[in-house]
C-alpha cells in the first residue's frame, strides 16, 4: 500500500488517513518519544495526556485481576 502522505515518517494509519491540511495543522504538535519496555501511558480513571499515536512496536492493554496477576487483554500496534 503507498502512503498518501510519502514525505512522512510516520505508519499510523489513523494519521494516514487524515487530509494534507488536516496533518500539517496537528504535525507542529507532535513529539517523536520512544518508550521503554513496563512504561504505563494510561491508568484507568486518569486523565488522557498525552495521546499517543503508535506508527513503531506494540502496545498492550493489561489488566490487574484482583489477586494482583495480570492479563494482556488487547494490543495496539504492528
Known amino acids: 500500500m503507498a ?8 505508519a499510523n494509519r489513523i494519521l494516514l488517513t487524515l487530509s494534507r491540511p488536516a496533518l500539517d495543522r496537528l504535525q507542529p504538535d507532535f513529539e517523536a518519544v520512544t518508550l521503554e519496555r513496563g512504561h504505563v501511558i494510561y491508568q ?3 486523565l488522557i495526556t498525552p495521546v499517543y499515536f503508535v506508527d513503531r512496536g506494540l502496545v498492550s492493554l493489561v489488566k490487574t485481576m484482583q489477586d494482583g496477576r495480570t492479563v494482556e487483554i488487547g ?4
Not at 502512503?3 to 510516520?10: K, N
Open 75 to 78: 494490543a495496539v500496534g504492528y
Open 3 to 10: 502512503l498518501p502522505h510519502s514525505d512522512q515518517v510516520t
Open 44 to 46: 484507568v480513571d486518569a
